[in-house]
């Protein structure tokens, strides 16, 4: 009998052995049937039914593969990675409520593990388990405070959702005064103040401490949205200013907010102006959540333009020689835009200020828009394209601009170079045109193909 059964299991292993190269080889069909074979035979080794469940899954049959990997599991329980394949195949099923109560599983088992901890995050990171995955990682640390690589995945999965230039934006000094000034103008006693994106919550404090009788504001992340949350306690605010965690699109007016506000006020502009979405989401926000006729901050937003060339710029986003060589085929990957820093050299400026479109936010929702704009050359120079950036309409009396001078702004939000497919050398006094477009959620500038 001890004979027959060392047989088989070396029956087995050799029916595996051969099934292995087929699978690697590609040919996952006829591996299936191989793997299939010996995982029938031995339904107690929790091997085979892994590999058998790693089958199915590349050849798309996933609830086989969880089935699979469930009897592995059943098996073998202390496999941290059997649960982790599952729960990445759970993700791809969208199976959310099973995938919460894997999870669970998951960090229970693995709570006082330190070697299995991290694996197990990033495996969970690689499934969009994120909360999981942060779970996993603060536990880690608790256990071992000076896990470098924990920490420094921490820090990177912490902060993968949260745009850096939240920094610079809080500190933008002239910005924030600009926002202020009009609130206060705009306060009442009895204000009810709705704002969309939270942020820090700095705006839903400039309105408290302008005297709102209180600022319901809606944050789309969760992680930005409990920050804000203590930011406001910590500040003493959270009498008067409630922090939703849901995005503009989820708030019911009656619900969330008591009734409709009678200010709005908002600061969610990309540097191209329109890409985080400000002209859908604030015509949502004035039809379904405000009172008719409620003051916007800022009621008008507009693209700006005007067309740079010289040299120093053109040696950041052209070529032409090069070392001794001719390198301007590789022009042809001439992006087409980029943000500017703000130490970047000295502008060559060959036009006017231009507004190129112009957006009235309590008014509806515009067309898309393509515009041939005619400027006159105001130097002689090499034009390598059009220098975009944002203008606010506040209120009647402030109007607020990230251009301050011929040389980039020193603000949170940069200029973006929208450099022509090919630039184009122009005489002073001579007419130069170019195109612009915008679709509702972003803009474009380019020369036009004669
Ligand atoms: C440019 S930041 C402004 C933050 C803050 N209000 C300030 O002025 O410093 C925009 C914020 O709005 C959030 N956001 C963008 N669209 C949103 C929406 N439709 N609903 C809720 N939050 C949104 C983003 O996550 C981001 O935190």
Not at 148 to 156: A, I, P
Not at 166 to 187: C, G, I, S, T
Request: charged share 25%.
């Amino acid at each position: 009998m001890a004979i027959d059964l060392q047989q088989d299991a070396q029956l087995l292993e050799r029916e595996r052995q051969q099934a292995r190269p087929v699978a690697a080889n590609g040919d996952h069909q006829a591996a299936l049937k191989l793997f299939r074979a010996v995982a029938e035979k031995a339904l107690g080794d929790w091997t085979c039914h892994v590999e058998l469940a790693r089958e199915l899954r590349l050849l798309g049959y996933l609830q086989d593969a969880i089935k699979g990997l469930r009897q592995a599991i059943a098996l073998a329980p202390s496999q941290i990675e059997l649960r982790c394949e599952l729960i990445d195949i759970l993700e791809k099923l969208g199976r959310e409520r099973v995938i919460a109560s894997e999870c669970e599983e998951l960090l229970k088992r693995i709570h006082n593990h330190p070697e299995i901890l991290l694996p197990a995050a990033l495996a969970l990171e690689k499934s969009k388990q994120v909360d999981a995955c942060l779970a996993a990682l603060r536990r880690l640390l608790e256990l071992q405070p000076d896990h470098f690589d924990g920490r420094q995945h921490l820090r990177r999965i912490q902060t993968e959702r949260i745009p850096p230039w939240h920094f610079a934006m809080m500190n933008d000094e002239p910005r924030n005064v600009a926002y202020e000034e009009v609130l206060r103008r705009a306060m009442k006693p009895d204000t009810h103040v709705f704002e969309i994106g939270t942020g820090s919550g700095i705006l839903s404090m400039l309105a408290a401490r302008a005297g709102a009788a209180r600022v319901t504001t809606c944050e789309a992340n969760p992680q930005i949205a409990a920050v804000a949350q203590q930011i406001i306690r910590d500040n003493g605010y959270d009498d008067v200013v409630t922090v939703i965690p849901r995005p503009s699109w989820e708030i019911d007016a009656e619900r969330d907010l008591g009734g409709k506000a009678d200010l709005f006020v908002a600061e969610i502009l990309s540097d191209t102006l329109l890409d985080e979405g400000i002209l859908r989401i604030t015509d949502q926000a004035r039809r379904d959540l405000l009172m008719p006729g409620a003051q916007l901050i800022p009621h008008g937003v507009s693209a700006m333009a005007r067309l740079v060339g010289g040299e120093a710029l053109a040696s950041t986003t052209m070529v032409t020689q090069a070392a001794g060589f001719d390198l301007s085929a590789f022009n042809r990957y001439i992006p087409a835009s980029l943000s500017i820093n703000s130490d970047s050299r000295e502008l060559l400026t060959l036009s006017d200020d231009i507004e190129v479109f112009r957006f009235d936010l309590d008014q509806e929702l515009p067309k898309p828009e393509q515009r041939d704009i005619a400027c006159q050359a105001r130097e002689d120079g090499l034009c390598i394209g059009v220098l975009q950036w944002v203008r606010l309409y506040m209120d009647a009396e402030t109007v607020f601009e990230n251009r301050l001078a011929d040389r980039f702004a020193p603000s949170a939000w940069r200029q973006r170079l929208f450099p022509f497919a090919e630039p184009v050398v122009v005489k002073k006094g001579e007419q130069v045109e170019f195109r612009a477009s915008h679709n509702i959620a972003s803009l474009a500038f380019d020369r036009r193909v004669v």
